[in-house]
């Protein structure tokens, strides 16, 4: 019975250990068991430590292909977190899980995908904002603007539980120039910013927002333009409260 330290060779003839395997260790009751290295006739080599014959705790295993894992291992599988890399030299370090990698980086990687997923959907309703302000504008006149267009500016009692007062008003500007404020955060060269927590707000003074950002009624979206030239520069917020509505406005141009 193998006990201790000790060297056995597989498929070994007169001495010689080409293309046989062979283990240099530690053993108990007959098996692999502490500390040792193990030459596959593969070419691979694992050294590490080793629990009732099989690989488990800490190891470095080098593949037949120039390829290493070294990490934690745990029933002849990479358990625990580890580092592999591949033969272009490229590192891949996180958790593996019964041999298959779960990088942190991935759960990272995924989160943002979610999280970008969900940005995305954020700004496909906010642009429904100005869609619907474009076709109700272009269907009223001098006698229905203010009706039609009061529904797109905050009512205190609905957004205070979000946003602080105070709240543009639609008596603030002509119907003309709050469509000529809207026309050109229309163009391509808006930049629009969608805050992931209240601290991201850059038009908006993060204490006035009252809840928590992506998760649901009460996000804010922000829309920057500048037009050098016409010397021009329009800045607009809007919260999803049942609608879009808009909850902070700039604008150096004329008001009437």
Known sequence: MKHGWGKLVHGATG???EGSEWYEGYWENDLTHGKGTYHYTSGAIYSGTWVAGKQEGYG?????NGAKYEGEWKDHR???EGVYTDIEGRKWEGEFVEGVYKSKLQKQLKMEKLLKKKEAEIYESSQG???????????SDKKTFKENLLPFFAIPDEVKQ???????KYEDRTADKWNDSMKLLMDPGTV???????????????????VPQFSGFGQIVEFHREAPEIKREVKLVICNVRTWVIVSHFDNGPVK
Not at 60 to 64: D, G, R, V
Not at 129 to 139: L, M, P
Not at 195 to 203: F, W
Request: net charge neutral; glycine share 8%.
């Open 15 to 17: 001495g010689n250990e």
């Open 60 to 64: 470095l295993y080098e593949f037949p």
């Open 78 to 80: 990479m358990h625990g």
């Open 129 to 139: 904002f100005f869609k619907k302000w474009e076709s109700t504008f272009a269907a």
């Open 162 to 168: 979000f946003i602080k007062e105070p709240y543009p």
């Open 192 to 210: 629009i910013n969608i805050p992931r927590k209240t601290g991201d707000a850059k038009i908006m003074d993060p204490g006035n927002i009252l």
